[in-house]
């Protein structure tokens, strides 16, 4: 109520991440404490595809925010960080982007609040992913003939790896293949590994609208 | 020489912004020169598409910045601001955006710039436009059957209008539909300016590879 300079008898929304929209009216405060009452409930459907955007985080955590800003604001429903080969950062602070994701999607107006994993090693990616999803792995080397929206099926589930600054090695791509990934190329131009995590969430929820 | 602590004989890249690469091999500095000589020249062919994006610049400059340069590393020719009735920001500073494409365009390793003009009235838009181009207008309230892609026709050149954060007035949309342009959505979410201009770039570019 201070920092927003609500009084009693305002009106604020509260949403649960889940789709759940609740129009409240403020009562009162205590220095530490805010009681509002529920005026309306509303839950809302989430889309009916599933995106999940699994990427080696920058060396700069800064792209990776950035990036978790812009696909919640386009429209993703989970974000697992990978360790790779040629990775340049094999740790993150994982709670500080689950915060960024909050902060994102109150400010897109966006009632879904995607999950967001903690780093993994690339072979526990291939060994937990689940076999009814469509998987593609985007790497430099493919060529246009594999670009993502000419190879994708229509799904309701999709799961698209994307590479450190150095790219996948040989023997990762490989093993992705192994594992059941398509491999994909996401243009014609070279893309830094957060822009491309983005190209790849807009072509994903493009191919939904898409008739 | 002195800042990226390079000596007499080491080589640098050098380009044009139209398509010129030059290998050159450093001779010596003065204080405020530096002298080389040019060991290689190649000449690269652009793409064969124009994408023109028009748009109302935001308040904040900084996400215009942003625009730039993931605009470029994605894949843009040209850049235009204009103002609308519902405009955030009558003018800008336009010699700082195009600085900041030139980076982007190094950084990048784009061998092309954009070109960027400075901003007009929506109307001067309109009435300046050619008619061999495919015009596109986005506003929030065309629906999911007028997704971009579902409409757009494939062709050599593009040009496509992106309102500002209140949208086009329905009396700009009319004017815009009168002089050719078909209105378009950019998908399922609500976006601010500047994420609605790098979807459109995405998407456009994403139209040249498609099949």
């Given at each position: 109520m201070r920092v927003l300079r609500k009084k009693a008898g305002d009106q604020i929304l509260v949403l649960d991440g889940k789709g759940g929209l609740y129009t409240c009216i403020l009562k009162d405060s205590k220095p530490r404490e805010v009681r509002f009452e529920v005026e309306k409930e509303e839950q809302w459907d989430g889309p009916e595809h599933h995106i999940h955007l699994i990427i080696a985080p920058t060396k700069k955590i800064d792209r990776m925010e950035w990036l978790i800003e812009k696909s919640v604001e386009i429209g993703i429903q989970e974000i697992s960080f990978v360790r790779c080969m040629?990775?340049?950062?094999?740790?993150?602070?994982?709670d500080r982007l689950q915060k960024k994701a909050i902060s994102a999607m109150k400010q897109s107006m966006n009632l879904f609040l995607p999950r967001i994993h903690d780093i993994i090693p690339f072979q526990e990616v291939l060994t937990h992913s689940a076999d009814n999803v469509n998987k593609y792995i985007c790497h430099v080397?493919?060529?246009?003939?594999?670009f993502l929206l000419n190879v994708v099926k229509k799904g309701r589930s999709y799961q698209i790896l994307i590479g450190p600054e150095g790219d996948f090695t040989d023997k990762e791509l490989i093993q992705a293949e192994e594992h059941g990934y398509t491999p994909v190329s996401l243009g014609e131009n070279r893309l830094r590994t957060e822009t491309a995590g983005l190209v790849a969430c807009v072509l994903l929820n493009a191919l939904q609208v898409k008739n």
């Open positions: 040629n990775s340049e950062r094999p740790q993150l602070k994982i080397r493919s060529g246009e003939n594999n």
